[in-house]
């Protein structure tokens, strides 16, 4: 089935500093790949995404490109900000079965400190 | 538009209640979505809809009831509640892969509903 795994534990960075958080997938047929974000206390929010190989999805200074020979799917921002700080879920939607449905990954903690 | 809404924010219940959660959408979707978020384990589907009185199984289903006789209401049941079921709770909403576009495959998520079971 189809499956997403994000590098373990949480990321402590300094403000301006670079930020990489590792996404793979295992997928059937061509899934999207989506990065959500979730500020504390709060829902899920739509950062980016990239519907077929090599799109490259961007938001906010982030960024993650569509790998399909590697079958991954990065984040990265050049300079992150204390506001970043959040926990960030890499997913995959295969709509061949046409619902939508998604898998998620386990999420990773993103603290920025100033 | 107000989006996803979810009620209650947060809820205690003694193990052997019941409860329904509630969750309404405004934009029109046609697709519905329960999640339940334990710490660490990412985000778990519990049961979906694509559109009024069509209801299917997630990942995790066991112990919930869904209905929608509705576009805009998806709610969630808990007959017997079990210290198991402890989770923070979102539901979510898409539109159709049928309508195409951009947007096709973007889920919206509501605040989420905490629940402890004692």
């Known amino acids: 089935g189809n499956s997403v795994t994000q590098m373990e534990g949480p990321v402590t960075l300094s403000e301006e500093a670079f930020l990489t958080i590792n996404c793979t997938y295992t997928?059937?047929?061509?899934?999207?790949l989506f990065w959500y974000v979730q500020y504390p206390g709060e829902g899920l929010q739509l950062l980016l995404k990239?519907?077929?190989?090599?799109d490259k999805g961007s938001n906010k200074g982030f960024e993650a490109t569509y790998r399909k020979e590697t079958t991954s799917f990065h984040l990265e921002k050049g300079s992150v900000q204390v506001s970043d700080s959040a926990v960030y879920f890499c997913?995959?939607?295969?709509?061949?079965?046409?619902?939508?449905?998604?898998?998620f990954g386990k999420g990773n903690q993103v603290v920025v400190i100033p | 538009n107000a989006g996803v809404t979810q009620t209650p924010k947060f809820r205690i219940l003694k193990i052997g209640q019941s409860m329904t959660l509630q969750c309404t959408q405004d934009?029109?979707?046609?697709?519905m979505y329960w999640y339940r978020q334990d710490p660490g384990m990412g985000l778990k589907l519990i049961y979906y809809s694509v559109g009024a009185g069509i209801t299917d199984k997630g990942e995790v289903p066991n112990g919930y009831n869904v209905s929608r006789s509705t576009t805009e209401d998806f709610p969630l049941r808990l007959e017997l509640a079990a210290p198991s079921q402890t989770s923070v709770y979102f539901c979510?909403?898409?539109?159709?892969?049928?309508?195409?576009?951009?947007?096709?495959?973007?889920?919206?998520f509501g605040p989420g509903t905490r629940l402890t079971v004692l």
């Open positions: 997928a059937t047929g061509y899934p999207s």
């Open positions: 990239a519907t077929k190989a090599d």
């Open positions: 934009m029109n979707h046609n697709y």
């Open positions: 979510a909403s898409s539109y159709s892969i049928l309508a195409g576009g951009d947007k096709a495959d973007e889920q919206f």
């Open positions: 997913a995959l939607s295969d709509s061949v079965y046409g619902n939508n449905r998604l898998a």
